[in-house]
């Protein structure tokens, strides 16, 4: 596998944040998929932002520069309340 196609994560949180992000990237033409989806669904409570059990937004490296701006926008948005 090629660098450029390493698989890096770019969000972790609640599995509806991380919907909301993953919607944001793949609307921006990003393929993303969601890491730990299950037990984000199944243990909510457990789901610290960030942390243990979050749910992941993954993510080619190549990708990363057009992504993090996005992440960014979202977490000004989302924290800016």
Do not use: C, H
């Not at 992000?21 to 609307?27: H, I, M, P, T």
């Not at 037990?39 to 990363?64: E, F, N, Q, T």
């Amino acid at each position: 596998m090629s660098e450029d196609n390493e698989l890096i994560v770019v969000y972790a949180g609640t599995s509806i944040d991380a919907g909301f992000v993953k919607g944001l990237l793949e609307d921006a033409g990003i393929i993303t998929f969601l890491k730990d989806e299950i037990m984000g669904s199944l243990a909510p409570w457990y789901v610290a932002p960030g942390g243990a059990g979050a749910v992941k937004v993954v993510i080619a490296k190549r990708d990363l520069d057009r992504a993090k701006s996005i992440v960014e926008r979202f977490l000004d948005e989302r924290f800016s309340d």
